[in-house]
């Protein structure tokens, strides 16, 4: 997108839908191929459109797999570390304040990008990018500790929901529920006692 002016260029319906098309294929393909074993050919095929259009669109495939993990990160609720009612029926109720990979997992459309080994630091760091500059604040917040004792925890944490989730092929079920609910409890008592 070529800046303006006055911001950047807006981008007609066709380019939207083309690059919608191409990461709709993508995630149709991770559904049933390993991402090291998905290529732009095999994109375009299923896309049903040319290597051109593609490269008019993205530069690579690791540029379609960001897309997507953008698409699907959605910044954490800066209410997180505020939660102090720990039930399955209020986790139910506002799953908009777990963790990023708890709420992107959620969605089948994404699970098995999750679940794909290869992909599992670089997923882990694409979240911890989107959601460092809202949570890493307010843990120190919670605990008063400083920058980077509080980039620490946030690692820990991520690294450990991330494992928890992985484990439970990142479905809502009782045993997620449970366990979600089992790591609330454990990390915002711990910052409490930092505080």
């Known amino acids: 997108m070529e ?25 149709e393909l991770i559904q049933k191929t390993q991402y090291s074993k ?23 495939i690791n540029d379609v797999l960001n897309a997507v993990l953008d698409d699907a990160i959605m910044v954490t609720s800066p209410h997180y570390l505020e939660i102090n009612d720990f039930s399955v029926d209020y986790l139910k109720e506002n799953e908009s304040l777990i963790p990023a990979c708890q709420r992107v997992g959620a969605s089948a459309k994404y699970r098995k990008l999750l679940l794909d080994p290869d ?12 959601e460092r500059n809202r949570v890493v604040p307010a843990i120190q917040k919670k605990t008063g500790l400083g920058k980077e004792d509080a980039e620490t925890l946030f690692l820990y944490t991520l690294h450990g929901s991330f494992a928890v989730n992985r484990a439970n092929h990142f479905r809502k079920n009782d045993k997620w529920y ?7 409890k454990f990390t915002l008592n711990g910052y409490r006692t930092l505080k």
């Open 38 to 60: 998905i290529t732009i050919k095999k994109i375009c095929e299923k896309a049903d459109i040319s290597r051109s259009t593609f490269y008019l669109h993205f530069d690579s």
């Open 3 to 27: 800046p303006l002016a006055n911001g950047p260029r807006k981008q007609d319906r066709r380019t939207i839908y083309t690059i919608n098309v191409i990461k709709d294929s993508f995630l």
């Open 178 to 184: 449970h366990d979600v609910q089992l790591l609330n």
């Open 119 to 130: 992909l599992t630091e670089y997923i882990v760091g694409r979240i911890m990018v989107h």
